[in-house]
């Protein structure tokens, strides 16, 4: 079974810098998807960014971006100038049949 | 973009009653569909995926009993919660799948459930 681990329970971040979160994953799977959501307090499940592993090049969304080693089996996150609604949880996910979360990370944006 | 409904939002109920949490997509067809449950402040656990007209696929140390789970139409989902116990209090949260292999997973907003 793939297995997901976000290592940092929980991040803080100054309103404008770059922070980054990080996921490794483990899988025999050649073929998947990786995902990171944003649940903020309201609970609501909000994708962020998307990642197939058949390609190479880095995913990238606005601020958010992706930093994808599938030789290594990483995913980090990186946010770029930080505002205070960025404050959730984040959520790594993979998926081949069915989606599988890490744990979390919980992401304060200070001011 | 493609909309999940889940309802209803939140519930409360009795030890020892059942409760019906629906999950709908709106504007698309969903051969599959996901439970999570989620406890405060953990991650979604998968509990089981269901596929249109067939059985649900559970995951270990789900009861199956307990959680039944339809997917009767392409567009709808139930899980029920049978005989409820206060350990089942918990954030329940469907996804549905669009048809194609690799397309993406869209959420519910999810169902808080109380068992008083």
């Known amino acids: 079974a793939q297995t997901v681990t976000q290592s940092q329970p929980e991040m803080s971040v100054q309103e404008a810098e770059t922070v980054t979160l990080s996921c490794t994953y483990d899988?025999?799977?050649?073929?998947?998807?990786l995902f990171w959501y944003k649940q903020p307090p309201s609970r609501q499940m909000i994708l962020v960014i998307r990642?197939?592993?058949?390609?190479?090049q880095n995913a990238t969304e606005n601020r958010f971006s992706v930093n994808f080693q599938k030789a290594a089996k990483s995913f980090s996150l990186k946010i770029s100038d930080s505002q205070l609604g960025d404050t959730a949880m984040y959520f790594c996910a993979f998926m081949n049949l069915d989606m599988r979360f890490g744990a979390g990370t919980r992401l304060t944006v200070k001011p | 973009g493609a909309v999940v409904s889940q309802h209803p939002s939140w519930v409360i109920c009795k030890s020892g009653t059942s409760v019906k949490i629906e999950c709908r997509s709106l504007d698309f067809q969903a051969t599959t569909m996901f439970w999570y449950r989620q406890f405060p402040k953990q991650s979604l656990m998968l509990m089981a995926t269901s596929n249109e007209g067939s059985k649900a696929t559970y995951e270990q140390g789900v009861e199956k009993d307990k959680f039944l789970i339809n997917h009767a139409s392409l567009t709808l989902s139930t899980l029920t919660v049978t005989s409820a116990h206060p350990e089942d209090s918990s954030f329940y949260i469907c996804?549905?799948?669009?048809?194609?292999?690799?397309?993406?997973?869209?959420f519910g907003n999810g169902t808080r459930l109380t068992v008083t």
């Open positions: 996804s549905a799948k669009e048809t194609g292999n690799w397309s993406p997973l869209h």
């Open positions: 990642q197939e592993a058949y390609k190479q």
């Open positions: 899988t025999s799977e050649n073929n998947y998807y």
